[in-house]
């Protein structure tokens, strides 16, 4: 449950909204900055989780069947 991808974009994704609205907060941008930074920060965090996500999957190797 730890790889699952939904856990992760949403983790990424709020971080990635922090980060634009700090930014956005630093720079005194008008209200189109202002969406464009909590958009762009957004779409960061979830491509970071995805790309987490997808390598960590990859390496899992599938347990033997023991009987």
């Known amino acids: 449950m730890t790889l699952h991808p939904g856990l992760w974009v949403v983790e990424f994704t709020n971080f990635g909204i922090v980060l634009g ?5 630093t720079e005194k941008s008008g209200w189109g900055g ?6 762009v ?4 965090g979830a491509t970071l989780a995805l790309l987490a996500t997808r390598s960590a ?10 009987a």
Do not use: R
Request: a negative charge.
């Open 21 to 25: 609205v700090v930014w956005n907060m």
């Open 34 to 39: 202002s969406i464009a930074s909590v958009l």
């Open 41 to 44: 920060g957004y779409a960061v």
């Open 57 to 66: 999957k990859e390496e899992l190797a599938a347990a033997p069947d023991v």
